[in-house]
């Protein structure tokens, strides 16, 4: 490649980050030889018909709004690069760790930490191309590949009357989900999706293709259940099918001064979760500004195609509602559903914490405090944001309790380190924005608001260290395994060092959340 050209394409992706209000690190404006020495040149001598630059308009789709969840992930890549095979990604990670270039990975993209799926000046590894999607012959097992969202797969599947243990909203990216564990529909009868892949096809550092399992990597195999991406690049990923047909399934909404009923029958519910068949995410959502105000809503599933208001729902409906969509619907449906609150093109950011118990009134002491003092400061966030920018703040809770724990345990278990003797409540706080100009402010009352709220809950007695992954805020990345509890955390540290000796994975690819970075 020229020289000229280099200039060329480096002032186009510094004119772009310039564009979107982006800060490109000074070395990558200094000089083409930095650049001559790094990824993006040392794979377009190897896989030219796969490496974009700034000017293309695949480099220019692959790095829009319409690829990411959040505004804040779109930084200024010097290239993407397009794998179209394991063997593409094996060849990429070989000639990066020579080259010394560095990398991030990008699913499906739904992760609102900037840095975590996309980079500034490096290789953005996009996984567009890895379309795999295939039932072994008995049809017990779905074979996906990294490119797909939840949506599309459960569409091909509802063909055949199955689903899987996937992502709860259509646009939630494969990988990304599977890699953190997963949260699912399904969790009191098969535990966490990952607890459900029975195979991975793994990238390693070195740039040979392995295959994880039970009975092959089998130290791999459990680390990339909630490990995240610290031991290789996940090409192929093979799961439990599920029969469905449909299910029974919908949104329940009260008006505000209903609240206080739907929380007490979420700690109802947490504590005494006994039929498998069922699943709920129970949330506030701000309404007004002043008088701060808000309602409640709770997304019910009920794994039956037959059965409607079962027994463990029934103080949910016994609160008046002002909006009602269950009904029976096949999980893509349901999906695409609740994936309407899934909005492109704005600013986003969740923060993650968890309430531990064991007892109604505990859980429901941490339901309410959490939500009391989420509430009780938003008014310092709507001092500095005006209320005409800020589309969504809500808080949701996610109960996990024996149920979903012995499912993970007779699946072999995961890395998430959960005590099934007790009841967790994974709390998650979202605030979805307009405008750049916000954003530091937004981040810094998250921030502020996520601290106060765990030591709250510390002082209470209720407060769990552990933070759910795909909840998890930028500023939670560090340190983040330590939640897995410690005898965990070492043991991936030291899958991660086995599979990564040089620590490419942490360091070439230095977004997300990082063991022993």
Not at 318 to 340: H, L, Q, V
Not at 405 to 431: F, R
């Amino acid at each position: 490649m020229s020289s000229s050209l280099l200039k060329f394409l480096l002032a186009s992706v510094v004119t772009l980050a310039s564009a979107r209000g982006i800060s490109l690190p000074r070395d990558a404006e200094v000089s083409t030889a930095a650049i001559s020495s790094a990824g993006c040149a040392a794979l377009s001598k190897v896989l030219s018909t796969k490496v974009f630059y700034a000017d293309s308009p695949v480099y220019q789709y692959e790095n829009s709004a319409s690829e990411f969840w959040s505004n804040v992930q779109i930084l200024a890549p010097l290239c993407v690069f397009r794998p179209e095979s394991s063997g593409d990604v094996a060849t990429a990670v070989s000639v990066l760790r020579k080259s010394s270039g560095s990398f991030a990975v990008r699913g499906g993209g739904h992760m609102g930490i900037a840095g975590a799926n996309n980079i500034d000046n490096g290789v953005l590894m996009v996984m567009s191309n890895l379309t795999t999607l295939s039932l072994s012959s008995d049809k017990s097992i779905l074979s996906m590949g990294p490119s797909h969202r939840w949506g599309e797969v459960y569409k091909f599947l509802a063909d055949y009357d199955l689903t899987v243990p996937g992502g709860r909203l259509s646009p939630v990216g494969v990988p990304g989900l599977l890699l953190a564990g997963g949260v699912n529909f399904y969790g009191n009868q098969v535990g966490f999706s990952a607890d459900n892949v029975i195979q991975y096809e793994v990238v390693l550092a070195t740039g040979n293709i392995v295959y994880a399992s039970k009975s092959s990597y089998s130290d791999l195999f459990w680390a990339l259940k909630g490990g995240s991406s610290n031991f290789g690049i996940v090409t192929r990923f093979d799961i439990k099918t599920i029969p469905s047909k449909k299910v029974w399934a919908g949104i329940y909404s009260v008006a505000s001064a209903n609240v206080p009923a739907l929380l007490a029958a979420t700690a109802e519910y947490a504590a005494n979760i006994t039929d498998p068949l069922s699943h709920i995410v129970p949330a506030t959502i701000a309404t007004t500004r002043d008088p701060v105000d808000f309602i409640a809503a709770v997304i019910l599933f009920y794994d039956s195609d037959t059965i409607t208001y079962p027994d463990c729902f029934k103080q949910f409906f016994e609160i008046p509602s002002i909006g009602n969509t269950m009904a029976f619907k096949t999980i893509a449906d349901f999906a695409d559903e609740t994936g309407t609150a899934v909005v492109p093109g704005i600013n986003d950011i969740f923060a993650a914490g968890t309430i531990v118990g064991t007892t109604y009134d505990e859980l429901l002491m941490g339901i309410n405090l959490t939500n009391s003092i989420f509430y009780e400061r938003l008014p310092l966030l709507y001092d500095q944001v005006p209320a005409s920018e800020i589309s969504i703040i809500q808080i949701d809770w996610q109960p996990i309790g024996k149920l979903w724990m012995d499912a993970t345990t007779a699946a072999g278990g995961n890395a998430l380190g959960l005590d099934s003797s007790k009841i967790y409540l994974a709390w998650a706080e979202v605030l979805e924005w307009i405008g750049s100009e916000y954003d530091d402010i937004c981040l810094q009352w998250i921030k502020e608001t996520t601290t106060v709220i765990k030591e709250a809950t510390k002082t209470a007695g209720i407060y769990s260290s552990f933070d759910y992954m795909g909840d998890a805020a930028s500023f939670q990345t560090e340190a983040f395994f330590a939640g897995y509890g410690a005898e965990n955390e070492a043991k991936l540290l030291s899958i991660s060092r086995k599979y990564d000796p040089n620590r490419l994975f942490q360091t070439l690819m230095p977004g997300g959340f990082k063991i022993g970075a």
